[in-house]
C-alpha cells in the first residue's frame, strides 16, 4: 500500500506466492505512473513530535471507524470525527526490551499519540467537552487519567485542536508526550 | 451519535461492556451492541438458550516439526462428534449430521500459511462417504465455491477452517469462512467487517450448516497488516474446537488468541482490529451464541496450557 499525491492506494492478492508479489508490485509502479505528482503530506502530520516516533506507524484518516482500527476508543463517536475533521495517529517508543530466551517475552512500550484538527476553535471545543465527558470525566480538572489496566491517559485541546495521549506506562510519560504535541501545535496555529 | 449509553476503552478493561469481557484482543476487540443493538431476528428471538462445544486436544496431533498426525487429528474429530451428539461410536454421530441423499459442500480454507489441513478434509469425506452420500455430491473447497455445483445445490453444509488473527476482521473463524458466498466479498469488509454474521442469513448458506470445525492445531495469534504471518506467533496447541454453532467457535477463538498474547507478551500489543463482528453476528444477525456464558464447552484431552 501506499499514498501519493491525494491518492491512497492498496493492492492485494487473495492468494500469496512469488508471482502474485511481483505483479503486486508491478501493478503498483504502473499505478504510482498513472498518478504522476508526488504531493505533499497532510499538514496534521507535520503536528507530530518528531522525538521517539515511530514513522511507519503515522495513520491519517477522518472517521471515528477508522480511528477504532487503530486504537479502540468506543464504539460511539466521542470526538465527533467525520468528514470536516483530520486526524492522525502514531506510536511513540522509547525503549524497546527483549527478553534473550528464543520466542521469550518482549516489552515495546507503545504510547498512542491522537491529534484532531476540527474546523474551528468552536467545533474542538463541544468535541473536547463531550470527549472528557464520556472517556475521562474524572480528568476534567487534570486532563490525565490512570485507566484500569495501570496505563495513562492524557487530553487536552489547543483552539480548534485535540490532543490525546493513550498507553503511556507513566503519568510523566504522558504529560511529556502531550507537551511536545501541544507545542508544536500552537506553534503551527500561530 | 448513537443514543444510549456511551461505551469507552474503559468499560472493557473494566470488564464490564455487555458482559462480553474476553470477547476482546486486550480489550480494543469488542462491540458493546449486546446492550443497544435490538432483537431484529426471528432466529435471535427463538435461539437456543445455551450451544455445546467440544474442545478435544491430542499431545500428538502435531509431531516434533509440527506436522500433523493425519490418524491422530481424525480420531480427535470423531470424539469431538460423538461428545457433541451424545453419541456412543462416530458413525451415529454422523447419523445425527448428514442423511445419505445429502449434497454436501465442505467449506474449507485455502489460506497459503495456514490452510486447512487436508488430513482433517480427507476424514470429514471419509465420515460423510461412510454415511452413504455419493462421492460426487460431496465438493470440498475453498474459492470458487459460487461456481460449484454442489455448493449451488448443497443441502448439508460443514465449515472447517484454522483459526488466526486476520487484518480485517480481528480474526479469521468461522464466520467469516463464508465470505466466499458473496462475489464481491470486500463489500463486507466495512467497519471492521462487522456484519459478518449477515452471510449467515444468505440463501445459498442459510439453515444448512451441520457442523463447525475451528481448527486450532497451530493458530496464529498475532500480526500486522494483510497477509501477516510470522511462524514467532503460532504455537502447537494440538486442538480442534467443534460445535453446531459458528458464533460459539468463534468466540472462543477470540478468548482463546487473547489469552495466548497475555500469555506471550509481557505487555500485550494495543493496536489490532476489533472482532465485534463476533457479537454482532449474534445481536444483528442472529447467526448463534457469542456470549461466554452461555456456551457450554466439553474438553476432552489434556487440558493443560489450554487457556480457555
Redesign the interface.
Known amino acids: 500500500m501506499f499514498w501519493q499525491d491525494c491518492y491512497f492506494a492498496t493492492v492485494f492478492a487473495a492468494e500469496e506466492s512469488a508471482e502474485s508479489r511481483r505483479f503486486m508490485f508491478e501493478l503498483a509502479r504502473e499505478i504510482s505512473g498513472a498518478i504522476g505528482r508526488e504531493g505533499n503530506l497532510p499538514e496534521t502530520v507535520s503536528l507530530l513530535p518528531r522525538e521517539d516516533l515511530v514513522e511507519i506507524s503515522i495513520r491519517y484518516f477522518h472517521r471515528h471507524t477508522d480511528l477504532n482500527q487503530h486504537y479502540f476508543i468506543s464504539d460511539d463517536n466521542i470526538l465527533g470525527l467525520g468528514p470536516d475533521t483530520e486526524a492522525v495517529i502514531a506510536n511513540y517508543v522509547r525503549e524497546v526490551k527483549r527478553s534473550d530466551e528464543p520466542g521469550g517475552k518482549r516489552s515495546d512500550e507503545f504510547v498512542y499519540l491522537l491529534i484532531v484538527r476540527y474546523p474551528d476553535d468552536q467545533a474542538a471545543a463541544a468535541a473536547f467537552a463531550t470527549y472528557v465527558d464520556a472517556f475521562m470525566p474524572e480528568a476534567t480538572e487534570t486532563g490525565i487519567v490512570e485507566l484500569e489496566d495501570g496505563y495513562w491517559s492524557a487530553a487536552s485541546r489547543a483552539g480548534s485542536h485535540i490532543v490525546a495521549v493513550y498507553d503511556a506506562p507513566a503519568a510523566e510519560r504522558a504529560r511529556e508526550i502531550l507537551a511536545a504535541a501541544l507545542t508544536r501545535t500552537e506553534e503551527a496555529m500561530k | ?2 443514543s444510549g449509553r ?5 468499560d ?3 470488564g464490564t461492556a455487555c458482559g462480553a469481557a474476553g470477547l476482546a484482543f486486550g ?3 469488542t ?3 449486546r446492550e443497544r443493538e435490538p432483537a431484529v431476528t426471528a432466529e435471535r428471538m427463538t435461539a437456543p438458550a445455551t450451544t455445546r462445544v467440544v474442545l478435544v486436544r491430542d499431545t500428538e496431533a502435531l509431531d516434533a516439526g509440527g506436522r500433523i498426525n493425519g490418524p491422530v487429528v481424525t480420531r480427535m474429530l470423531d470424539d469431538a462428534v460423538c461428545a457433541l451428539f451424545d453419541s456412543d461410536s462416530p458413525a451415529r454421530a454422523w447419523q445425527s449430521i448428514l442423511e445419505p441423499d445429502d449434497i454436501l459442500g465442505v467449506k474449507s480454507n ?4 495456514l490452510p486447512t489441513p487436508p488430513e482433517l478434509e480427507q476424514a470429514i469425506a471419509a465420515r460423510a462417504l461412510e454415511r452413504g452420500i455419493r462421492e460426487d455430491e460431496i465438493s470440498i473447497r475453498d ?1 470458487g465455491i459460487l461456481d460449484d455445483r454442489v455448493f449451488r445445490e448443497a443441502t448439508a453444509l460443514i465449515n472447517i477452517r484454522p483459526l488466526r488473527t486476520h487484518h480485517w476482521s480481528g480474526i479469521g473463524g468461522c464466520i467469516k469462512n463464508y465470505i466466499m458466498f458473496v462475489r464481491e466479498p470486500w463489500k463486507w469488509h ?3 467487517c462487522a456484519d459478518l454474521g449477515g452471510l449467515w442469513n444468505l440463501p445459498i448458506v442459510k439453515g444448512k450448516t451441520r457442523l463447525n470445525v475451528l481448527v486450532v492445531l497451530t493458530p496464529l495469534f498475532y500480526g500486522i497488516g ?2 501477516h504471518f510470522d511462524p ?1 506467533h503460532v504455537w502447537p496447541y494440538g486442538g480442534l474446537l467443534v460445535g453446531t454453532d459458528p458464533v460459539a467457535l468463534d468466540a472462543l477463538g477470540v478468548k482463546l488468541l487473547s489469552a495466548r498474547r497475555r500469555e ?4 500485550p ?3 489490532g ?2 472482532t465485534k463482528h463476533v457479537p454482532l453476528a449474534e445481536t444483528r444477525h442472529g447467526a448463534g451464541i457469542a456470549d461466554l456464558e452461555r456456551i457450554e464447552l466439553i474438553r476432552i484431552g489434556p487440558m493443560e496450557g489450554a487457556l480457555i
Open positions: 451519535m448513537k456511551i461505551m469507552t476503552r474503559r472493557f478493561l473494566r480489550l480494543e476487540a462491540s458493546c451492541a485455502v489460506w497459503g500459511s474459492r466495512d467497519d471492521s494483510p497477509h514467532n506471550f507478551f509481557e505487555r500489543p494495543r493496536g482490529t476489533s
